[in-house]
């Protein structure tokens, strides 16, 4: 639908600015074709029937009431009296058709009565001139050929309106003997011939839908101007003329509302208790619940799907968890088992070391630096000999700690201790020992020899481990150190300085044998102190302890201080 908006034109005294403007553009508004409305509005579009306007809403409503009073005396007696009393159906001959007579029909008919009631005819036959029968035949006839006065005729002839409301029911069988009639009782009234029947119910569900599609679109010509109250016909004035057709007008259009509503509601009933449509929606809705069902589930199962596969990932992540904890786990155990069995292993080779009198050095680098195989092997390897001597355990930690895994392939039994001749040492010669001991520590390759060589040569090697041992096993009293000077005349040679590095130390370190220093470990330890000077830090006690032999650097750092100890309370 379009229209057109104008400005409206200024008054005749406006004397301000002028304005000029260009119509304003059409709009649309949207009609959706659907609906029983919409089917009205194309029966009228094509001609099928006419809109019946309801004239009362114009303004000459609003003095209807007072005209009401005013022309009341013009007023019907009774609308019944407007009713044709004659049935001319019946003397024309087609009282068997009544309604449902075609034009075709009644002007056969009407031919035919005219040769029986013309009034010639009459006086022919009897001698007498009767022209009430033939007027009657004329009248009849006239308001039957006229579409619209035979609707009126036809629309007052007696009607049985009831229709039933289900109630009357008890089997399905029922429906068909109880509405079937009343169907084609109100088929009447249609205006397109009716071509479908209630059936039964054996009917095709399509037939069905059909058959209700035809009647809730049904269009009735039932025509209740008979009971107009008011005849146009007989108004005074041309006002109270139009005056009257309102009135008719307006209550026609009541009574054809109320006959639409009548046979809508009709319709609707015969619709809900007709026991195929029953069993069409029963199939419908089994239909939906079963595609409602179907899509469930589907939904359902994806959402197992989904969750199967998510909980296949949560398990596999749990699984990897749980894996890498016991993988931890099993780390964590085989590591806490290594230290115990490392330091088990440590033990053992310690006490070797200890018992045949291997350098600490050796035995500490063996014991921080070789892995637990190594170790393994190693304590497996001295502890497998019974008879093992102290040449082959410093032979074999000697080469362990050189990366040589070399394992004498039999037990060397020990030989007879040679009885040698006890060898004089003088002061120069112990003193080139002390050097050489400390210039070739433990570990060293072929280290007696070098050491026999450094003192000249003139002691064995026997003669050199005997005295070593015998400066390292002989005891000396306490106050040898400080009272018998002329004996012992080094700790006098000791400068009165205190090592800071001792301090920094503490004395901290593997505690050795507690044993009493000799005069050999105290000329080593001299030489030692000033072979390695305090500049050296905490490496210095390493040094110097493993410059002394037998005496570890805890003895090495309490010795130094009881030296201190002692010049200061010389002086």
């Known amino acids: 639908m379009e229209g057109l908006a104008f400005l409206p034109s200024p008054p005749a005294d406006y004397s301000g600015p002028q304005v000029l403007s260009l119509p304003a553009q059409p709009w649309e508004i949207p009609v959706a074709p659907v609906g029983r409305a919409y089917e009205d509005y194309l029966r009228v579009v094509h001609g099928l029937e006419t809109l019946e306007l309801d004239s009362c809403a114009s303004g000459a409503d609003q003095a209807e009431d007072g005209d009401a009073e005013k022309y009341e005396g013009h007023r019907k007696k009774n609308a019944l009296d407007t009713l044709f009393t004659e049935n001319y159906y019946d003397l024309l001959g087609l009282g068997h058709l009544k309604w449902k007579a075609t034009q075709d029909d009644l002007k056969k ?4 009565a005219v040769l029986v009631h013309h009034p010639d005819k009459q006086a022919q036959a009897t001698n007498t001139s009767d022209d009430e029968v033939f007027k009657t035949l004329q009248k009849g006839y006239e308001i039957l050929s006229n579409p619209k006065t035979r609707k009126a005729y036809d629309s007052q002839e007696p009607f049985d309106d009831s229709v039933p409301d289900g109630s009357e029911l008890k089997t399905d069988a029922d429906f068909y003997t109880v509405f079937a009639p009343v169907f084609e009782r109100n088929a009447k009234w249609s205006v397109d011939k009716v071509t479908v029947t209630l059936g039964d119910e054996n009917t095709n569900i399509n037939q069905v839908n059909k058959f209700y599609n035809f009647w809730y679109s049904m269009k009735s010509w039932r025509d209740f ?13 041309r006002e109270e003329k139009r005056w009257m057709e309102r009135r008719n007008a307006k209550e026609r259009l009541k009574r054809e509302g109320e006959e639409k509503l009548r046979l809508r509601n009709f319709v609707d009933v015969a619709y809900k208790f007709d026991p195929r449509i029953r069993k069409m929606k029963e199939a419908e809705q089994k239909e939906r619940d079963e595609i409602k069902q179907r899509r469930l589930d589907i939904i359902n199962q994806k959402k197992a799907e989904e969750e199967r596969i998510k909980k296949e990932a949560q398990d596999k992540i749990d699984a990897e968890n749980q894996k890498l904890k016991d993988t931890r786990e099993a780390e964590k155990n085989d590591r806490a088992r290594n230290i115990r069995l490392k330091k088990k292993k440590r033990q053992i080779i310690r006490q070797f070391g200890k018992k045949f009198e291997v350098s600490e050095s050796i035995v500490d680098y063996i014991c921080e630096n070789l892995e637990l195989e190594v ?26 700690s050189k990366g040589k895994r070399e394992v004498p392939t039999s037990p060397v039994k020990p030989k007879a201790v040679e009885v040698e001749e006890e060898a004089v040492w003088t002061q120069e010669e112990i003193v080139l020992l002390t050097k050489a001991v400390v210039k070739f520590p433990g570990g060293t390759t072929e280290r007696w020899e070098k050491i026999s060589q450094f003192i000249g040569g003139k002691k064995t090697v026997k003669q050199i481990i005997a005295r070593v041992r015998a400066s390292q096993h002989v005891a000396a009293a306490p106050a040898s150190v400080a009272k018998p000077a002329a004996t012992t005349a080094a700790p006098a040679k000791v400068a009165p300085v205190v ?3 001792v301090d920094a130390d503490d004395g901290h370190g593997d505690a050795g044998d507690g044993g009493e220093w000799t005069a050999d470990e105290q000329k080593l330890l001299e030489v030692a102190l000033k072979a390695y000077p305090a500049s050296l830090g905490k490496d210095r006690w390493t040094k110097i302890s493993e410059a002394v032999p037998g005496r570890t650097r805890r003895d090495c750092v309490e010795r130094y201080k009881y030296l201190v100890s002692v010049i200061q309370q010389n002086k």
């Open 225 to 237: 101007s008979y009971l107009d109250e008011y005849d146009p016909e007989e108004a005074e004035s």
């Open 375 to 400: 170790l393994t092997e190693l304590a497996s390897a001295l502890n497998s000999n019974p008879d093992i001597t102290q040449e082959v355990v410093h032979e074999v930690m000697s080469n362990y």
């Open 499 to 501: 090592d800071t590095s």
């Open 109 to 112: 008919a009407y031919r035919q």
